[in-house]
């Protein structure tokens, strides 16, 4: 009984997390957001995400993420439906 309520309680930890995981506005989310929701951006990267945001201001299109440093067109067609922009 016990290995079962642990496999329902880990389940329902994965479906949760499942569920959290999602769309993530590059105009407004932190480095550490950013780097979990973005497949292939780490801290660095995310790092320079938000500092081109604050010396540039805020991106327009989701194109204009290639603007910075270890950003291509791979990374973000791999991250299409996760990425979006909201002013």
């Known amino acids: 009984m016990k290995a079962i309520r642990n496999v ?3 389940l329902t930890l994965i479906f949760t997390s499942m ?3 999602g769309q993530v506005n590059i105009n407004t989310a932190d480095a550490q957001t950013l780097s979990k ?5 780490g801290l660095k990267k995310a790092q ?6 604050e010396k540039n201001g805020e991106f327009e299109k989701i194109d204009d993420l290639m603007k910075v440093k270890g950003i291509g ?3 973000l ?3 299409s439906d996760s ?3 909201k002013n």
């Open 77 to 79: 067609q791999k991250n």
């Open 8 to 10: 329902v309680v880990l």
């Open 19 to 21: 569920a959290y995981a």
């Open 48 to 53: 320079a995400i938000v500092a081109f945001r």
């Open 83 to 85: 990425i979006v922009i």
């Open 73 to 75: 067109s791979k990374l």
């Open 37 to 41: 929701n973005i497949k292939g951006v």
